[in-house]
């Protein structure tokens, strides 16, 4: 079965800081993986997705995410965290519709000035 | 441009009061969903659809019913209202097709008291 770890459940960063968001995941094939950001308030908002080509893969809002094909990991980076970037990120596995789609449990991002 | 519209945002039922929980989108969309969130637990598909006139269960089905007479609307039928059903509840929509964007209504908090 697939599944999604997000081992950190919240992150504090200092703005201007860089940001690394982890996410291993176990899926049989090559998958999809998704970033997914909410917003306090909000519904999910994709930021980004992979799931063939070059492994580096660029999102909205300058966020980036790479893979690691031997290491099982989809990380989030962004060279340069911004205030609103405070929100919860989500990462997810799957190919298919989303009804075959696994989300992971979550990381809280704060942002401290 | 609405994208996905739920209604009502808040709501506190009683124990073993029932509600509808609105879902529309506007994108034309084949396939929408229903998922819970709860805290620390990430995102669990109740039940999703890929058309009109076809629905399926997903992961937590228990306690609710769902259905889909038209393209735009999805609505979530809670019976029987349980303390176990109080979640933060998400509509989405997508396209059909592995790797597509999931678009999010901003979602109902539902407290059973």
């Known amino acids: 079965a697939q599944s999604v770890t997000q081992p950190d459940i919240h992150i504090t960063v200092s703005e201007g800081a860089s940001l690394e968001l982890r996410c291993n995941y176990s899926?049989?094939?090559?998958?999809?993986l998704f970033w997914y950001v909410q917003s306090p308030g909000q519904g999910l908002q994709l930021l980004l997705k992979y799931f063939s080509g070059d492994t580096l893969v660029q999102g909205i809002k300058g966020f980036e995410a790479e893979f690691k094909r031997s290491q099982s990991s989809f990380n989030l980076r962004k060279p340069s965290v911004h205030w609103s970037d405070a929100a919860e990120y989500f990462c997810?596995?799957?190919?298919?519709?989303?009804?075959?789609?696994?989300f992971g449990t979550g990381t809280k991002l704060q942002v401290i000035p | 441009n609405a994208g996905v519209t739920q209604t009502p945002k808040f709501r506190i039922l009683k124990i073993g009061q029932s509600m509808t929980l609105q879902c529309t989108q506007d994108m034309n969309h084949n396939y929408m969903y229903w998922y819970r969130q709860d805290p620390g637990m990430g995102l669990k598909l109740i039940y999703y659809?890929?058309?009109?006139?076809?629905?399926d269960k997903g992961e937590v089905p228990n306690g609710y019913n769902v259905s889909r007479s038209t393209t735009e609307d999805f609505p979530l039928r809670l019976e029987l209202a349980a303390p176990s059903q109080t979640s933060v509840y998400f509509c989405?929509?997508?396209?059909?097709?592995?790797?597509?964007?999931?678009?999010f209504g901003q979602g109902t908090r539902l407290t059973v008291v």
């Open positions: 989405a929509s997508s396209s059909p097709g592995a790797g597509t964007e999931a678009f």
């Open positions: 997810a596995v799957g190919a298919g519709g989303y009804q075959k789609v696994t």
């Open positions: 659809s890929v058309g009109a006139g076809i629905t």
């Open positions: 899926y049989g094939a090559t998958p999809y």
